[in-house]
Structures are given as C-alpha cells and as structure tokens.
C-alpha cells in the first residue's frame, strides 16, 4: 500500500482532489475524440514527462510502473497491425496481413493507451483516497454512506493480504502439502475463501456497528462535520493552466512538427 508514497511533494499534491478529477476526465475524453495520430503520440509524450516531473514518486519506481503500460502497448498495437484491415499490404503471411492503414491504426491504439495510463497516474499518485472522498463529499455533496464505504474497503485490503500470508503460513507449519491439477487447485481455493470470507465478514460487521453508533447514516451524514476541509487554492488554477497548456502543446506539435504527417486515422 505504500508504493505510491511519494518522496516530495509537488504543488500537484496540493491542489483540490475534485479538481483533478474534473480535469483528468476531460483529458480522458479529448483523447478519446483524438483521430490525429502525431496529436495522440504527443499526447502520450507530454503527460509521460509531466507524470515524472510532478508525480513526486522516485523515477525508477515510476518507469518499473512503466513496463505493464509498454506490454498493453505491444500487444494492443500489434494486435490490430496483424489483423486490421487495410488496402495498402505491406506484408502477409496465412492469417497475418500487415498493412499501411492497420499499421498506423496499431500505433494509434497503442498511443492512446499510453496517454490514458499516464493522465490516470497523474490523479492516482497525487491524490489519496481519503482527500479524495472527503472533496467529493464536501464539494460535490456524495452521500457519506458511499464515500466512507469505498474508504473503509480500501483501509481494510492490506489487511485482507496479512490474513491470506498468515493462512498461508499456519497451512505450511502444519505441514500440509497441496494436490496437484484441478482437484488440488479447488482444494486449495476451499482452504483460503472460506476462512478469508468468514472474517471478511466478521470485519464488516464490526465496522458497520462501529458507524452506525456514532451515527453515520445518509441524512445525518449530509450535516456533518469534517477534520479534513476541502478548500480551493491557487494551486487549483496552476493544475488547469498546466494541463491546458499540456493539451496545447500537443495539438501545436502536431501540427509543426509532425512524427507522421499522415493526419486523421479512422477505425471504420
């Protein structure tokens, strides 16, 4: 859980969870809507360098984070390059046919994933979910039963994976080999979801008794008070002035400096 504990903090940390939030959809959507491959490619360029430089996270860490995104990329890429449709067929074999139109369909396909990761990671290693939760309640009234629910699952998964590795152990110290092949993986799957289920439950009830005495309902929960108030900040202002000037930039680049120069790349 501490893996995206970030060893300094920007001024990205510091700027309202809701208004990231707004914004990273709105990058979502415009590269959604994106056709221009050098406009996406550069999409994907820019929010990449804004991610090191802002995310806060060690570099190392951050490219290791990297390298399931580059895999999504490969497969997703040359997924449509050897099975797209196109009339220009730059190589063919049986059922493989690479083509000039599913070549760049791939890369586009594969650049859009790149940007949608990086834009997803700029609101992940930024925001905790408790700031989070605690914004969306205070700016955009969620009912408090949903946000400390979500807040409340989340606290209580490390705990889950110390159960399953004390499970583990106690089975090992009891010397309990498994069986091998399907009868064994269902055995071993009987050994581990009944007891994590039982006190999965078990935690849950104690929880929700434990909400319910200090009267955490959904009218009540509306009137409440917060330890953590959610404020605007100027830090709020530099957040829509950078990401506006990212898409910017991207779509001016594009247009100047253009990695392909072969304009819209269309999926009918």
């Not at 939760?133 to 807040?151: E, H, N, R, V």
Request: glycine share 6%; with cysteine; aromatic share 16%.
């Amino acid at each position: 859980m501490n893996i995206w504990n970030p060893v300094r903090i920007t001024w990205l940390h510091r700027a309202n969870p809701v208004v990231k939030l707004f914004l990273v959809c709105s990058l979502f959507l415009m590269t959604v809507l994106t056709h221009d491959i050098d406009f996406v490619a550069y999409q994907a360029l820019i929010f990449m360098l804004c991610l090191l430089a802002l995310s806060g996270v060690r570099t190392w860490k951050m490219l290791l984070f990297f390298i399931p995104f580059l895999l999504a990329f490969i497969s997703s890429s040359s997924s449509m390059m050897l099975f797209g449709k196109g009339d220009t067929v730059w190589w063919e074999w049986g059922l493989f046919k690479v083509s000039k139109e599913s070549f760049y369909r791939g890369l586009h396909l594969g650049f859009k994933g790149i940007a949608f990761a990086c834009e997803g990671l700029l609101l992940v290693t930024t925001t905790s979910s408790v700031d989070l939760f605690y914004s969306l309640m205070q700016k955009l009234k969620l009912a408090p039963k949903y946000a400390y629910s979500f807040m409340a699952s989340i606290r209580l998964l490390p705990m889950v994976w110390e159960e399953y590795v004390i499970r583990r152990q106690a089975l090992k110290v009891r010397g309990v080999v498994p069986i091998r092949g399907v009868r064994g993986a269902v055995n071993r799957a009987g050994m581990y979801v009944v007891p994590l289920l039982a006190q999965s439950i078990r935690r849950a009830h104690r929880v929700a008794a434990a909400m319910e005495a200090k009267r955490f309902d959904g009218d009540r929960g509306r009137r409440r008070t917060y330890f953590y108030p959610s404020r605007y900040s100027r830090y709020d202002l530099l957040t829509i002035a950078l990401l506006a000037a990212a898409a910017y930039g991207a779509y001016a680049a594009a247009g100047h400096f253009p990695w392909f120069g072969i304009g819209d790349v269309r999926f009918d």
